[in-house]
């Protein structure tokens, strides 16, 4: 890097879709001649992608806003950006804007293709912008973006949600459901795979009502696109996250038993087990048809993983309502789950119901149904050892290291010794030990 790079300091809180945001943030900013650095101190664009998802996210966000004070107050020069689906809320942008006057450009999910323009415009004139907008219309294609690995990628498919599950921002901040054309799509994975990508994750609020259509062409659904993306030569596998219960379709089901691209492993949130919690949460199903998907699933693609996320402390949840998360957290037998204790989010409907659940309660709960999640993974862990999986092998975990991670296709990281040379290549590993969250293997022929 010549003395005179201009650099900047990406940091990223939150889920996939952040990460693929902040790929295409790094590509604009190199676009720009601007060169990443990991020290703040020394940058002279930082730019922070808010997620507003996750438990405490404002307080990261304003903690790590404070941290910055120092370096933006100590050299003017720097310029300080905040984007992401957290600015999409008016008390957040109220608060930097009274709080945290010194930050520069505050703008949206919908636009971050505008951020060249707009550091440009605050480099000229040192003023500050805001520009968050309402509503997102047709998806920015063509962007430039820096990935961050080289053998596998994610790719959005879609952006935004409709279903307004009561506790959950994201209908508020991230809009309406837009679905990318196939033909951007397939060309952006063609793309990918011609530059050495094997594995694609296809992201989506709610992957399942996918619907995107070409000028003058009938709209395509989720499982129409997986087995046109399953005729790419050179892509060996394919994920997806996240799905929503209510719209996984039979064709989706058919989709894994005809494409052996796509990977027999299923994020399928949960949320409760509790018929009356999940209508209060709005998610439309009950437990006992979840319990049926799963039997669809797990006849029609024996072996597939299934993982989930699942809320504690909804409010009204009561011991009994509890006590069905844990049942069914028993009968489906998860692979893993995302655990989350319930936190009011403004502007939700769930955030103005009454019976709150004390943080006692929930946090009480919460360690029981850790406790069990996490013995089922043990013993599913526990039967893999001894069999032989594909993995496609991620590279060493540290420069100089033998040791390599890798996911197998139900979506299981196995640490295994291999040489840099099988780095990006699919290798059949022998699981010889495994631990709660990772299993442990050898390399065989
Ligand atoms: N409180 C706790 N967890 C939440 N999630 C979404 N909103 C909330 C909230 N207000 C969880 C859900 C979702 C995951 C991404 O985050 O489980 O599936
Ligand atoms: Fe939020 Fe529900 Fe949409 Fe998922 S499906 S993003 S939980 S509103």
Same mark, same amino acid.
């Given at each position: 890097?010549?003395?005179?790079? @201009?650099?900047?300091?990406?940091?990223?809180?939150?889920?996939?879709?952040?990460?693929?945001?902040?790929?295409?943030i790094a590509g604009l900013l190199e676009s720009m001649g601007y060169e990443r650095t990991e020290d703040r101190e020394i940058a002279n664009v930082i730019v922070i992608d808010t997620c507003s998802v996750r438990e405490n996210a404002d307080k990261r966000f304003?903690?790590?806003?404070?941290?910055?004070?120092?370096?933006?107050?100590?050299?003017?020069?720097?310029?300080?950006?905040?984007?992401?689906?957290?600015?999409?809320?008016?008390?957040?942008v109220d608060t930097i804007k009274q709080k945290y006057p010194w930050v520069d450009i505050v703008f949206g999910t919908h636009n971050i293709h505008e951020l060249p323009e707009m550091l440009s415009k605050v480099l000229e004139s040192k003023k500050k912008i805001v520009n968050v907008w309402d509503e997102g219309g047709e998806p920015v294609e063509g962007l430039p973006f820096h990935r961050r690995y080289a053998f596998k990628a994610f790719v959005s498919i879609m952006y935004g949600c409709n279903n307004f599950c009561t506790y959950c921002i994201v209908p508020y901040t991230r809009g309406r459901e837009r679905s990318r054309k196939p033909s951007e799509i397939l060309k $952006?994975?063609? $793309?990918?795979?011609?530059?050495?990508?094997?594995?694609?994750?296809?992201?989506?609020?709610?992957?399942?009502?996918?619907?995107?259509?070409?000028?003058?062409? $009938?709209?395509?659904?989720?499982?129409?696109?997986?087995?046109?993306?399953?005729?790419? $030569?050179?892509?060996?596998?394919?994920?997806?996250?996240?799905?929503?219960? @209510?719209d996984l379709s039979p064709e989706l089901i058919q989709a894994?038993?005809?494409c052996p691209k796509l990977c027999p492993h299923i994020h399928l949130p949960v949320?409760?087990?509790?018929?009356?919690?999940?209508?209060?949460?709005?998610?439309?199903?009950?437990?006992?048809?979840?319990?049926?998907?799963?039997g669809r699933l797990r006849e029609a693609v024996p072996g597939i993983a299934i993982t989930t996320d699942i809320i504690v402390g909804f409010p009204g949840e009561t011991e009994e309502d509890f006590a069905e998360t844990l049942d069914l957290v028993r009968k489906v037998g998860y692979d893993s789950a995302f655990t989350f204790l319930y936190s009011p989010r403004k502007g939700t409907p769930a955030a103005e119901y009454e019976e709150q659940i004390p943080e006692d309660v929930k946090h009480e709960r919460f360690n029981r149904l850790v406790d069990t999640v996490n013995s089922i993974s043990v013993e599913k862990n526990r039967n893999c050892v001894g069999k032989i999986y594909p993995v496609l092998a991620e590279g060493p975990d540290q420069e100089g290291s033998a040791l390599q991670s890798g996911r197998t296709p139900e979506h299981k990281l196995v640490n295994f010794e291999a040489p840099l040379s099988v780095t990006g290549?699919?290798?059949?590993?022998?699981?010889?030990?495994s631990n709660t969250f990772s299993l442990v293997g050898r390399i065989v022929e």
């Open positions: 890097m010549s003395d005179q790079a @201009k650099t900047y300091y990406l940091q990223i809180f939150g889920c996939q879709m952040n990460e693929r945001d902040g790929e295409t304003f903690g790590f806003l404070g941290q910055l004070k120092r370096i933006r107050l100590s050299r003017p020069d720097v310029t300080v950006a905040a984007c992401g689906c957290m600015m999409q809320q008016k008390h957040i $952006e994975i063609r $793309e990918l795979v011609a530059d050495g990508v094997k594995e694609v994750t296809l992201l989506g609020q709610n992957v399942n009502s996918y619907k995107g259509a070409d000028d003058g062409e $009938e709209p395509l659904t989720f499982a129409g696109l997986i087995r046109k993306l399953s005729e790419i $030569e050179g892509l060996e596998r394919i994920r997806f996250m996240t799905s929503h219960p @209510k894994y038993k005809d949320q409760s087990g509790s018929t009356e919690i999940l209508r209060r949460m709005n998610r439309r199903y009950t437990k006992e048809g979840y319990l049926e998907l799963v290549q699919i290798v059949n590993v022998e699981i010889t030990e």
